[in-house]
C-alpha cells in the first residue's frame, strides 16, 4: 500500500523537472535586406523642362528622357557621389548646374533636372 501512495508522487514531481515540449522558440531573424547588405540604393531621374533631354550619371548617357516624364531607375552604390548632368541629346550643351548627389540606402531618390 505505501508503494501505491508514492508512485504517483514521485512520478508527477519527475514529470515538473522537464522542458514543456509546447515552449516555443525563439525565430532566428529575418534575413537583411539586400540594400544594406551590399550598400546599395533605387535612384530614378525627372525631366522638369519641355525639351528631350540625356540623363549623364557616373559619366555615362544612361538614357533619354521625354519633357516632364520620369524615370530610368538604377540601383547604385550609396553614401558616394555620382556626378550628374542633363543636356540635349547630340550635343554638349547642359542645360542645367551639373550636381554630384550623394544617394542614401535603401531608398528610392528622384534626381530631377532644373525648370528650364
Same mark, same amino acid.
Given at each position: 500500500m505505501?508503494?501505491?501512495?508514492?508512485?504517483?508522487?514521485v512520478i508527477s514531481l519527475a514529470?515538473?523537472?522537464g522542458k514543456s515540449p509546447t515552449t516555443p522558440s525563439v525565430p532566428p531573424p529575418p534575413p537583411a535586406? $539586400?540594400?544594406?547588405?551590399? *550598400? !546599395?540604393?533605387?535612384?530614378?531621374?525627372?525631366?522638369?523642362?519641355?525639351l528631350t533631354v540625356?540623363?549623364?550619371?557616373?559619366?555615362?548617357?544612361i538614357g533619354t528622357l521625354a519633357?516632364? $516624364?520620369s524615370g530610368l531607375t *538604377? !540601383?547604385?552604390?550609396?553614401?558616394?557621389?555620382h556626378p550628374l548632368r542633363f543636356q540635349l541629346p547630340n550635343s554638349s550643351f547642359t542645360l542645367c548646374t551639373p550636381s554630384a548627389p550623394v544617394p542614401v540606402q535603401c531608398t528610392l531618390q !528622384?534626381?530631377?533636372?532644373?525648370?528650364?
Open positions: 505505501k508503494r501505491m501512495i508514492w508512485l504517483p508522487l514529470a515538473c523537472g535586406p $539586400a540594400c544594406e547588405t551590399n *550598400r !546599395t540604393t533605387e535612384v530614378t531621374f525627372k525631366n522638369n523642362g519641355p540625356d540623363v549623364i550619371f557616373d559619366g555615362n548617357i519633357p516632364f $516624364a *538604377r !540601383t547604385v552604390a550609396a553614401g558616394v557621389a !528622384t534626381y530631377a533636372s532644373c525648370f528650364y
